[in-house]
């Protein structure tokens, strides 16, 4: 069971929930950058959510399956097709051997999710097959996918899954068949122009003058082009400035706005650094930060202060949903 | 610090007896397992907890919740913690092509290249907090007179194992990384290794010292390294 990679794609990697457990010796997380998309197409996949995925960046990858396979694309629209026919995103798809999956325009977001029913069979590293290219840990080699890679996919586990799928696949002669169904994956919140996203007050606020952090919640950002998986670099006509310069360094967070003298806010992502000397002015909302992982470099956004217990309220009712589409996907696998 | 990690703060300065105690409390801490919690990261003068706010109960609030279960936990642990504490020896062969900043550091400096190497392997080491990149240990301890500012221009390619300086302090990267740091020596030791457990020779609260080889050793021991 294989994938075979005949273009790479902008970058292509592998991903899952993240490496926990390892940031007190300097082991950045990584993961999934949108671990919502990432687990709703595992969902799809008849996978269990901490699986891995493929992250597609932007222009993605051509791929080739060798093997009959069950897979799921969740996220940024980017024009998928199987052999040259539009693919369906938000719905589990039956693809016979032989096919490939290629990408088009980028329509929207950022970055989609490809799971694959049985998971992509690299190394689990320190708990986890994320890659996480600076350290060559994880993923395929430790880096992201290249031109004529081979990428081994776990076994199918469990009983037949989606068995009207496949008799549909046998039935039509086609090089893939999906459900009629699909999982609303509210891609038009990914249009949102400026995209807000919500914030809290960090451990720094109070630090910097009200000049500052009006900035940082009135004006509009734009996504700058360094942005990457550490962090995305953010661009306004008002600095963020007047704040403490340097700190003492200490822990950092998924979603941390951290300040450089510069003025110019940086939110660290999923291959942040573990610790950080720069002052944190908030941290966004772990229920918007899929909304950030979207953002392409020109995108703006803006920023809404919310309180702690309305994040952790969201995020709670979030996972819920989430248990929600897990429900009403699951007894449908065994049609 | 968010809605999925909480910072508690035992104060303003890089001083040793505080970093020892933090780093104390994060091993019992790591140790205890407390639910929920995912990462315990000490630094200078903080330890952080990273969460799963889901995974804190029914509990009206998941902060408060984890805060309450954090505050008692701390009371119990209140007496005066023994540094517990490795002292790790990192072999180390100066100068040359090992250590290519050791003759413009001792310049800076006022000093020998051989007085800095004495000063640098006679020192006992402190490991405040690990960051940066895996393995990497912030060390302090760092004797002043040898104390010496950034490189203007960082390099692109700093080898695994360098020994390295700024400002007053001094550290081995475990990587090949881009850095800036004054490269005086360098250590045929891994300081990080994915497979092994734990996959990070240093860890926060480890004593460590250095000692001076030969490029002969240097080889030998970079052999035997597997």
Redesign the interface.
């Known amino acids: 069971m294989s994938l075979t990679v005949l273009q790479p794609g902008m970058l292509t990697t592998v991903q899952d929930c993240g490496r ?10 990584s993961g999934a950058m949108d671990f919502f998309s990432h687990r709703i197409a595992n969902i799809l996949a008849a996978n269990d959510t901490r699986e891995a995925t493929l992250e597609i960046t932007l222009r993605g990858p051509r791929l080739r399956f060798e093997k009959d396979a069950l897979i799921a694309l969740c996220g940024a629209e980017l024009s998928p097709t199987l052999d040259g026919i539009p693919a369906p995103e938000g719905k589990p798809v039956r693809v016979r051997a032989g096919t490939v999956l290629d990408f088009g325009r980028a329509l929207a977001g950022c970055r989609c999710y490809l799971a694959v029913h049985g998971g992509f069979d690299v190394p689990v ?2 708990g986890s097959r994320s890659t996480y290219d ?2 060559r ?1 994880g993923g395929l080699d430790g880096r992201a996918l290249r031109k004529a890679d081979v990428l081994p996919l776990g076994a199918a586990h469990g009983a037949n899954t989606y068995p009207g799928l496949e008799q549909q696949l046998v039935d039509s002669g086609h090089s893939f068949s999906a459900t009629k169904w699909a999982v609303n994956q509210h891609i038009e919140q990914l249009r949102r122009a400026p995209q807000i996203v919500r914030i ?1 007050a ?2 720094h606020w109070d630090a910097f003058p009200s000049t500052a952090r009006e900035a940082l919640t009135s004006g509009e950002f734009c996504v700058a082009p360094d942005s990457n998986r550490m962090g995305c670099r953010l661009e306004s006509e008002h600095l963020v400035t007047g704040g403490p310069g340097e700190i ?9 706005i951290q300040v450089p003298p510069s003025g110019k806010p940086i939110v660290l992502m999923a291959d942040r ?4 000397g720069y002052p ?1 002015i908030a ?5 918007d930060l899929h909304l950030l992982a979207q953002l392409r470099p020109g995108d703006r956004l803006r920023f809404e202060l919310t309180s ?2 309305q ?2 309220a969201l ?2 009712k979030r ?1 819920r949903e989430i248990i929600t589409i897990r429900e009403a996907v699951e007894p449908r696998i065994a049609q | 610090m968010g809605d999925q990690a909480l910072v508690v703060e035992f104060g303003e300065r890089i001083d040793i007896t505080l970093s020892a105690h933090i780093a104390a409390l994060a091993q019992r801490l790591r140790d205890s397992r407390p639910i929920g919690v995912l990462d315990i990261v000490p630094a200078y003068a903080t330890l952080a907890l990273h969460y799963d706010p889901a995974a804190m109960g029914s509990g009206a609030s998941p902060y408060e919740t984890l805060c309450d279960i954090i505050a008692s936990w701390l009371e119990t642990q209140a007496t005066a913690i023994e540094a517990a504490g490795r002292t790790i020896e990192i072999p180390v062969c100066y100068g040359n092509a090992f250590g290519p900043d050791l003759d413009a550091v001792a310049r800076s400096v006022g000093l020998s290249s051989g007085e800095v190497i004495a000063i640098h392997s006679g020192s006992t080491y402190y490991v405040h907090m690990l960051g940066f990149v895996p393995g990497f240990a912030y060390l302090g301890g760092l004797d002043n007179r040898i104390a010496t500012p950034r490189r203007d221009t960082p390099r692109a390619h700093v080898p695994a194992g360098s020994v390295a300086i700024a400002g007053e302090q001094t550290a081995v990267y475990p990587l090949d990384t881009p850095g800036g740091w004054q490269l005086i020596g360098r250590t045929p030791l891994q300081l990080f290794k994915p497979d092994s457990s734990p996959p990070s020779l240093l860890n926060a609260g480890d004593q460590v010292r250095f000692m001076q080889i030969s490029a002969v050793e240097f080889e030998a021991q970079s052999r035997a390294a597997p």
């Open positions: 926990t457990g390892f940031q007190h010796l300097g082991v950045p997380v590293v320190m600076t350290a840990l809290l960090g451990r003492l360094s200490e822990a950092v967070t998924f979603g941390t650094q573990t610790v950080g944190k941290e966004v909302a772990t229920v702690l217990a994040a952790q995020w709670l996972e």
